[in-house]
Structures are given as C-alpha cells and as structure tokens.
C-alpha cells in the first residue's frame, strides 16, 4: 500500500514570496491533516479535511495561509507571504475516518526555510 | 498552553536495557493516547495507543502505562535496541480547549541506544 505523498521534500524561499505544498493521501482515506513543526515542537494541527470539507482550521493563520482539497483526493497548502516564523516542517497526514482511534499516517514533510 | 507535556529532551540507554520515555498532559477530556516514532527526514509512524479505559497495553517489545488519575502516560521499551533510535512523540486525542476533537502532541524526546 502507497504511502502518504508529499512535494516538494525541501524549499527554501525568501519572506515575502508565495510558496505551496502538495500531498496525495493513502487511497480510500477520507480524512487529510496538514499539520506544521517547528524545530524542537511536535506537530501541530493546521487544517483538518473530510472528503473536501474542512472540519477545523481554528490554528491556521488565514491571514497568510490557505488550503483546499478539490476532489477530496489531493490537497495543496499554500502560504503567501511568507514570513521568518514559517519555517518549519509542514507535514500531511491522512486518515480512514476522523475518529479520535482513527490511526493518521503521515507523509514524509516539506522543509521549508524562508530566509 | 501545552497540553501534552514530554519533560525529558532527550534519553539515552544500553542496548538490552529497558527505555522508559515520560509523557504528562493537563487536559482531562483526553480519552485516547498514542505514541509515534520519528526517524530524520521521516514523517511521525504510529506505534502504540491506549484508551482512558485501560491502563496499560502491550504490542510485542512495547508496552504502553496510563495512569489517569496523575494524567500520566509511559511507554515501556524492552528489550532497547540499536534500531529503536529516534525521537518519540507522545499524543493525546480529545475534546481540546477550542472545542475541536484534535490530536495533540508532546515535543518529543530522542531516544538513543547504544550498542
């Protein structure tokens, strides 16, 4: 079974560009998290999807970030501008349903350096 | 506010011994705990979880400890090995303060083994 896929693996930008990020979830999974870590954090939830509906953005930075899922398949994050804060590894991750024991299996992340 | 708290950086121990990895959270409406493991350049793999109704689970060489009424968790390695290197990252799904059913996670502590 194929894996959460992420691209692209590394980026680095400077503030003030746009950069986005995309992922492709295990097939069949109906739940897709984009979370964000900072060095030396743990993951934390940006954006929760079900099918192509979001079911929490409540800690995503709206001002600068955005996301979507068309098709409830593939989902690309995209923040525009960037700052110095966010640098970070930001990470996919998806999910059969969106129950608390729902396993999430994540991808392998996207560094990003803006610099 | 952290919720989910891994006070031990990191962690270092024998090859053969046992690793005993920490994890305290704050917010009683957790029900569901879990415990991921991180290579480098890899995203967070499941290992181990535990309902609020239970207080310990097993799964071969790990075995995971709640302790709900210190709101304590502890995953148990033994016995270590080489391989078991990584940074370990506690997480606790619930109801959180925003209302929003999320998972949640530590900052996570590296384990290293030594031959």
């Known amino acids: 079974e194929a894996g959460v896929a992420q691209s692209p693996r590394y980026k680095i930008i400077e503030k003030r560009q746009s950069v986005a990020f995309w992922c492709n979830p295990i097939s069949g999974h109906a739940t897709l998290y984009w979370y964000q870590q900072i060095l030396g954090q743990g993951p934390k939830l940006l954006i929760q999807f079900q099918n192509n509906g979001v079911v929490d953005d409540s800690q995503l930075p709206k001002d600068r970030f955005s996301a979507e899922r068309l098709k409830g398949v593939d989902s690309t994050l995209k923040i525009q501008p960037a700052k110095l804060e966010d640098s970070a590894v930001y990470l996919c991750?998806?999910?059969?349903?969106?129950?608390?024991?729902?396993?999430?299996?994540f991808g392998p992340g996207t560094r990003l350096t803006v610099l | 506010d952290q919720q989910v708290k891994q006070n031990s950086p990191s962690l270092s121990v024998q090859e053969g011994r046992i690793s005993i990895l920490n994890c305290d959270y704050t917010n009683s409406m957790f029900d569901y705990f879990l415990w991921y493991k991180k290579y480098p350049a890899e995203g967070p793999t499941f290992l181990i979880s535990i309902s609020s109704i239970k207080d310990k689970n097993e799964d071969g060489r790990f075995t995971v400890f709640l302790n709900k009424s210190a709101k304590h968790l502890s995953l148990h390695i033994v016995p270590s090995q080489p391989g078991d290197s990584a940074v370990y990252f506690c997480a606790a799904s619930g109801v959180t303060q925003g209302g929003s059913e999320k998972l949640v996670f530590g900052k996570g502590t590296k384990l290293t083994v030594n031959p």
């Open positions: 991750a998806s999910s059969l349903a969106s129950g608390s024991t729902d396993t999430q299996y």
